[in-house]
């Protein structure tokens, strides 16, 4: 499985930004994809998750209401939109591909990471 991300960049806080991941290869369709951030200096946290079957999305406190998990199953790929961005919000983000588990998700596979950077 691989996985493909983009959409990182530098916003202002309060904006808002879309990063998107792709899944290609055998057996990318049986994985839920997710998001992971990681920022400087700190250990990878999970961000979010979108089930592969039935759609249902999971967040980490620090994001829930403010950031969603979109779907394009055509394309196999998800879309994490972030709003109301926040300085402790920087980091990069990084695509993954796994199974869900309570609280989150299991990742099997990593995508390259995309780096977010909210200025004050």
């Known amino acids: 499985v691989q996985l493909q991300a983009s959409g990182g960049g530098l916003v202002q806080v309060g904006g808002s930004l879309r990063l998107s991941c792709t899944a290609s290869?055998?057996?990318?369709?049986?994985?839920?994809l997710g998001w992971f951030r990681q920022a400087p200096g700190k250990e990878r946290e999970f961000v979010g998750v979108?089930?592969?079957?039935?759609?249902?999305?999971y967040f980490a406190d620090s994001v829930k209401g403010r950031f969603t998990i979109s779907r394009d199953n055509a394309n196999n790929t998800i879309y994490l939109q972030m709003n109301s961005l926040k300085p402790e919000d920087t980091a990069v983000y990084y695509c993954?591909?796994?199974?869900?588990?309570?609280?989150?998700?299991?990742?099997?596979?990593w995508g390259q990471g995309t780096l977010v950077t909210v200025s004050s």
């Open positions: 993954a591909a796994g199974l869900i588990k309570i609280g989150g998700l299991s990742p099997r596979y």
């Open positions: 290869g055998r057996h990318s369709n049986a994985y839920s």
């Open positions: 979108r089930n592969r079957s039935g759609g249902s999305t």
